[in-house]
């Protein structure tokens, strides 16, 4: 018979009251063998949740993750509607799930699946972010502070979230606003890892091929069957300039979509504000102030006024 094979989880989503449909197991001290600790079909009840305080992590059958998944996703939700869960620990669960599902994303663009696999995250970030006016606060503890495409990806997202929703986009449209954020790098998938990573500025022909990476991120996602234009442009268009010169397209005020000029500005503060090899970070005051007064043609200055505000209120709710 084949041996069964067993996956590690985040016994965090496990939370009391929600309803399994694959069966949970623990391993033993010595970890030579697995034992069921919850029946397929059944209630996390207050005793289980008891009992899981005490160990230290849950498996599943690997034949079962199809299903796990699902349960993932639907738990993200929930738990970031559930009051009992404190801001601080929603935000926490949120982003490293949100780690998990780009990190996957990044390593294979070309997977549908992989894309797919990112709206609940987006959704989960929605539902933490309007229904708890600390959540961006909390939430930008949080961020990673040193850069990488997929932590950047995050970064930029959850700031776009926060601005879409205080310009009063909603429902759906925050939603595509919200995965046209976490896309809008895939492009860089594309481009040389030393270049990505490079430890230094850029020299002019490395510029060069990093400067595909809006039309090649553009590509992939017409090759996934992406087909909403918010989404495409917000891909394409968040390096163009307000007042021309950006690229790919070099466009001008209002051929720059309104998805794209917000994850601009957003990428540019998450940019300022992270750590780089080759510069400390800088503080999101120090960071408004240099998009503010050196970013007048390159910025549309409407939305960074409003992502001013927006961080302000959150610094005072
Ligand atoms: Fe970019």
Same mark, same amino acid.
């Given at each position: 018979m084949k041996q069964k094979k067993y996956k590690r989880i985040d016994? %965090?989503? *496990?939370? &009391?009251?929600s309803q399994i449909d694959f069966n949970l197991f623990l391993t033993n001290e010595t970890k030579t063998h697995m034992t069921l600790f919850l029946q397929s079909d059944s209630a996390v009840d207050g005793n289980a949740k008891v009992r899981l305080r005490e160990i230290e992590t849950l498996y599943i059958s690997e034949e079962e993750e199809d299903r796990y998944k699902v349960f993932v996703d639907k738990q993200l939700q929930s738990i970031a509607r559930n %009051? &009992? *869960?404190s801001t601080e620990q929603k935000a926490r669960l949120v982003y490293e799930k949100a780690t998990e599902a780009i990190d996957s994303m990044f390593k294979n663009p070309e997977s549908l699946e992989n894309v797919k696999n990112v709206q609940p995250v987006v959704n989960s970030f929605i539902e933490i972010i309007l229904n708890d006016s600390s959540a961006v606060e909390s939430l930008m503890k949080i961020t990673a502070h040193d850069y990488y495409t997929h932590t950047h990806s995050i970064n930029v997202s959850i700031y776009t979230l926060s601005l879409g929703a205080f310009l009063g986009i909603s429902g759906k449209e925050l939603e595509v606003l919200g995965m046209a954020a976490v896309l809008h790098d895939l492009g860089k998938s594309k481009v040389d890892y030393e270049i990505i990573n490079k430890n230094g500025k850029l020299t002019d022909e490395e510029f060069a091929q990093m400067k595909h990476h809006p039309s090649l991120g553009h590509e992939i996602a017409l090759a996934l069957g992406i087909t909403d234009e918010r989404i495409l442009t917000g891909i394409r268009h968040h390096h163009e300039k307000i007042e021309g010169g950006g690229y790919p397209d070099n466009l001008k005020g209002d051929q720059i979509s309104q998805f794209a000029r917000i994850i601009g500005t957003c990428d540019v503060f998450d940019a300022l504000s992270t750590k780089r090899s080759y510069k400390d970070p800088m503080t999101s005051f120090e960071s408004l102030q240099l998009m503010k007064q050196q970013m007048v043609g390159h910025l549309d200055m409407d939305i960074v006024n409003s992502f001013i505000k927006m961080l302000h209120k959150q610094g005072k709710s």
């Open positions: 016994k %965090r989503l *496990i939370t &009391e009251g %009051r &009992e *869960i």
